[in-house]
């Protein structure tokens, strides 16, 4: 893993055709922590946040863009929503054989599924990373099943090695989400598919 910080350029707002991406605000906290409660958000995760853990992770997230340059940013769809969940860039906090790395992760609301924002804001932070932070691989994981995300990251030019599929550490071998699959996709990998894919 190797990142390039960029001084205070790196806290600007990213913007898509439809996206801001941006840092959050203490006003983000109320319609995350709905995000992070509603159970088919949180199908693919271990439990459902309280407001207390939402918060918290907000506090992570906003430390992790302090000390890394990058993190996850809050997305906020002009005219339609202030906070519509987060997509973004983060080192992830476990150890697995693909460690070190930097993960590409989306959460969005249930009400902002199916209209190609998080294909749309992942391309755009596969950019970032490539461009700004001179990465040279970006990852992704998810749970088998998650189809969702699992088409995000093929429709943004990530691919799948079976061989790569692992155990998350953070959860007994016995839990039912604790298989992993794992995605990858490199600069020139990137270069390649960005223009060539389209939203499902």
């Known amino acids: 893993m190797s990142a390039r910080r960029t001084g205070d350029r790196r806290f600007e707002p990213l913007k898509t055709e439809r996206l801001i991406l941006r ?3 203490p006003s983000d906290r109320t319609p995350f922590a709905a995000i992070n409660a509603d159970p088919q958000v949180m199908e693919y995760f271990p ?3 309280t407001p207390e853990q939402s918060d918290a992770s907000i506090a992570r997230i906003e430390a992790h863009f302090d000390r890394h340059g990058f993190g996850f940013w809050a997305v906020e769809i002009p005219h339609f929503t202030p906070l519509a969940g987060f997509i973004g860039l ?3 906090r476990f150890e697995a054989h693909f460690t070190p790395c930097v993960e590409i992760g989306w959460r969005l609301g249930r009400q902002y599924w199916g209209r190609g924002y998080a294909t ?3 391309r755009a932070a596969l950019a ?5 932070l ?3 691989e970006i990852v992704s994981f998810t749970v088998p099943h998650n189809w969702r995300s699992r088409r995000v990251m093929e429709n943004i030019g990530m691919t799948r090695d079976p061989n790569d599929d692992f155990r998350h550490p953070a959860l007994a071998d016995t839990h039912p989400l604790s298989c992993h699959v794992l995605y990858r996709c490199d600069r020139s990998a ?3 598919s960005r223009f060539s894919n389209t939203d499902p």
């Open 134 to 136: 001179q990465l040279s």
């Open 47 to 49: 439990s459902r946040l």
């Open 120 to 122: 749309e804001g992942a």
């Open 90 to 92: 983060s080192v992830p």
């Open 190 to 192: 990137f270069a390649r």
């Open 128 to 132: 970032w990373g490539f461009e700004r």
């Open 23 to 25: 840092r959050w605000r």
